[in-house]
């Protein structure tokens, strides 16, 4: 069976109607099957960044295991950037990957065994300004040239790319990644650009994707999930 990966940026858990509902978000996750999901916005800004999808509430509710990014017991993940895996996916390494800009950002790593071989998933909210954005995509390939040679080829980089062109923009990851447009994504009442895309190595094929346009994942925040269906092929 193929991989489900979800990329959804929750807006902290607030939705249309401007209330914080975490049930809402994790009703969504579960409708969609995934297997992994790469969050955004998942944490508040302010104090010690207290997540607004509790663990507690995910450990009851859901069948998904937390990945540990966070850097205090009260966050979910890094920067905003967190990531859920299903149980029975075992999370071999973990790390936070500082990116260059003239905001906060950063994106968060997990090296997965998943029942379809290693997969290494970056989750990440870039920029708004496209020259920092090209920089942070150029952080993130040379880190996981660092980290395994040739480890690209067997990973998936996904989240909010802040990107609105459908042609530019992203030609630092295209070097050695494949781009993948669900489609429109934001705003989720009436969407209009791609921003939420994912790219993959040359050792995954994506058998679909899309975008969760239900009447729940439109109030649910302001962005709607992104999903696509991941084979890794064998080595050779």
Known sequence: MPLRLVSYNIRKAVGSDMRRAPHRILDLIARLEADIVVLQEADKRLGPRPTA???????????????????????????????????????????????????????VLADLDTPEGPLLVVGAHLGLLRGWRRRQQRAILDHLDDLRPGGGATSVIAGDFNEWSWSRGLETLAESHSVVIPGRSFPAGRPVAPLDRIAHGEAIEVLASGVDTSPAARHGSDHLPVWADLRIRPAP
Not at 55 to 78: K, Y
């Open 53 to 107: 999808l509790p663990h507690a509430l995910i450990e009851r509710e859901t069948d998904f295991g937390v990945v540990p990014l966070a850097e205090t017991e009260v966050s979910l993940g890094w920067h905003g950037n967190a990531i859920l895996a299903r149980k029975g996916i075992s999370v071999r390494g973990t790390e936070r990957l500082p990116l260059p800009g003239l905001e906060p950002r950063g994106a």
